[in-house]
């Protein structure tokens, strides 16, 4: 509806007098049917295709600079399972190609106006025909060279490597491998008479967790098992393009343990004249060769996942003891099911209304659609607002989520969930003022007219936004509503703003509501129809995605502290009363939420070791 606004703002009274310049060259958007449009078409196949060989080899790359943090120096391709890899790769390629096809449907004469001249050649030999090539080779060749670009391109894929949890996944899964307990039994007693072994002894076997000893036998335990993997050249459900091409590092971590062997006996002699001492520098450096070889196995492991394999037994061959964290299987993708079925909603109820005014039921308005085109456009600017409020409202409470600034992931309180939400709806509301003003850019110059004829469908965009999220908090909090109030509540909330958006924006554009009814009902309807099949789909749609990929992690943490805390206590009642007392050694958090992090997580047990044993 605001794409025919936009088109119609001169019907507005006390409109400037336009030069007559500008009366000769309006704006155009699409494609004129004539006898370029199949030459245009197949450009924009080429040029799309053209941007995907770029996209597949640039999406590849780090989207951040390598750090001290091991896992900084894989590949994204190595960071993901196939399908999180998938997922954010289409997530970058599908936002390269829409820029391709949107510079291309603006035409060549727009793409002046908003800096991005074009040979004039271009517009004067095949009009529109060959734009997408030109579009495809100044956005690949001209990218690399244009720091401001390059800088929004790296925003884009990085943001398409966090939706496909690239690092977040494997680090969790290597900090899932450092909390879990390990099953030395399945190392025989000839594994100990290896060379690996060297500097073993069996007692180490049974030292607390997280003590040297313990740690040293597990770093053994790997270095020995890693070896004869790659020694026997079956690798079972470990990635072996991956553990080869890291053979360096596992060469370097082998010979780091064996340099480590005298540094042990020096250790173990010391500890027998002095039960208090502790050699801090060896200690972390037997943790730091673990978290890499945690990296190694868990991206190894990682990348021979199938949607439907569990991850769980090969690392248990290894020695792991894990809980049972599987995500369970999904072929929804969350912002893509409910995107894809509200664009073929709404497209059929324009495809309708088109149909039936050609009965001549009622005297149409002068905006009401008539042409068989124009329900794409109108479909597009309907969606802009939404789509922009989804992407809006995913990205924070990721964000917030993440710092812990989230509600909904601290406590339960429907006060405090409830202020999170109301946070994200307003962001998602200007987010969709802002897109659709951008979209309405492609119809004619900005002015604050068209500003605030297309302001009040900022509405319908905070609507969804924050159903968004309150759909999402009460997935997790396993708090959902039945399904006619998920699907009835949305769609009533969505239709009545739309309808009173609607309603103000033909006011101003045309001074009286009334005069397009027609067109007030079919927004309507489609608002209503977007909130119904949002609310229809997303609840489900995160239901079926299972467990977050970072939740194993936080779940091993949070039993094996448990367990950590019932040998310590004797008793399980005391174990959880001490989780849930606040702690002043961990910033008077409890160690239940101190544990939501590896560091947080190593602190609370070493309390629980330093705790007089009972």
Request: aromatic share 8%; glycine share 6%.
């Amino acid at each position: 509806m605001e794409s025919r606004s936009i088109d119609l703002l001169a019907m507005l009274p006390n409109q400037p007098t336009q030069p007559a310049a500008a009366a000769t060259q309006p704006m155009e958007f699409g494609v004129p049917l004539d006898h370029w449009s199949p030459l245009f078409f197949g450009c924009l196949i080429a040029a799309i295709a053209y941007v995907f060989l770029f996209c597949r080899q640039k999406f590849n790359e780090r989207s951040t600079e390598p750090g001290d943090d091991f896992v900084y120096q894989l590949l994204p391709r190595q960071l993901a399972t196939h399908q999180e890899y998938t997922t954010g790769f289409m997530t970058y390629f599908g936002a390269m190609a829409a820029t391709v096809v949107l510079l291309s449907l603006i035409g060549p004469k727009n793409l002046g106006a908003i800096g991005i001249p074009l040979p004039k050649e271009i517009g004067e030999k095949a009009g529109y025909a060959i734009v997408p090539i030109a579009i495809a080779f100044i956005l690949v060749g001209v990218m690399p060279m244009v720091p401001g670009l390059l800088v929004i391109e790296r925003m884009v894929r990085k943001f398409a490597h966090e939706r496909a949890y690239i690092p977040a996944a494997a680090k969790a899964l290597a900090e899932r491998l450092a909390a879990a307990d390990f099953e030395f039994s399945i190392y025989a007693k000839e594994a100990l008479q290896a060379a690996d072994m060297d500097g073993v002894e069996k007692s180490d076997f049974d030292r607390p967790r997280r003590s040297l000893e313990h740690n040293w036998a597990r770093l053994s335990c790997l270095v020995h098992a890693l070896r004869l993997l790659r020694q026997s050249g079956d690798f079972g459900g470990l990635a072996a393009e991956l553990l080869r091409a890291y053979e360096t590092d596992l060469q370097s971590i082998e010979d780091k343990r064996d340099a480590m062997k005298d540094d042990i006996a020096a250790y173990r002699t010391e500890r027998r004249r002095n039960k208090a001492y502790e050699n801090a520098a060896l200690h972390a450096e037997i943790r730091g060769c673990l978290y890499k070889l945690y990296i190694l196995i868990a991206c190894a492991v990682r990348m021979q996942k199938q949607p439907y394999t569990d991850i769980d037994p090969r690392l248990r061959a290894l020695g792991f003891s894990l809980t049972d964290a599987t995500a369970q299987p999904s072929n929804a993708d969350l912002l893509l099911v409910g995107i894809v079925v509200v664009t073929v909603a709404v497209a059929l109820i324009e495809f309708a209304a088109v149909v039936l005014g050609n009965f001549d039921l009622w005297t149409r308005s002068a905006l009401f659609p008539r042409q068989w085109y124009q329900p794409f456009v109108d479909t597009t600017s309907i969606l802009v607002p939404h789509v922009a409020a989804i992407l809006v409202a995913d990205l924070m409470r990721r964000r917030m989520m993440k710092r812990g600034s989230w509600a909904a992931a601290a406590d339960g309180s429907r006060l405090a969930i409830a202020a999170c939400q109301l946070r994200v709806a307003i962001a998602c509301g200007i987010a969709g003022f802002v897109a659709s003003v951008l979209w309405g850019r492609v119809f004619g110059e900005f002015t604050i007219t068209g500003a605030l004829i297309v302001a009040p469908f900022a509405l319908p965009a905070m609507v969804t936004g924050g159903f968004y999220a309150y759909h999402l908090d009460n997935v997790a909090m396993q708090r959902r509503p039945s399904r006619p109030a998920e699907i009835g509540w949305q769609g009533l909330a969505t239709g009545t703003v739309g309808f009173m958006a609607a309603s103000v924006s033909f006011n101003l554009l045309l001074g009286h509501a009334a005069l397009a009814m027609d067109n007030i009902a079919v927004a309507s309807a489609a608002s209503v129809t977007i909130g119904a099949v949002l609310g229809l789909c997303i609840p489900d749609a995160a239901s079926a995605a299972g467990t977050h990929p970072l939740d194993g992690a936080r779940a091993e943490r949070m039993r094996a502290l448990r367990a950590e805390a019932q040998k310590c206590f004797g008793d399980a009642a005391r174990a959880d009363a001490w989780l849930e007392q606040p702690c002043r050694e961990l910033g008077n958090k409890r160690p239940r939420d101190a544990a939501a992090d590896i560091h947080g997580f190593e602190y609370a047990v070493s309390l629980l070791r330093e705790l007089p044993a009972t």
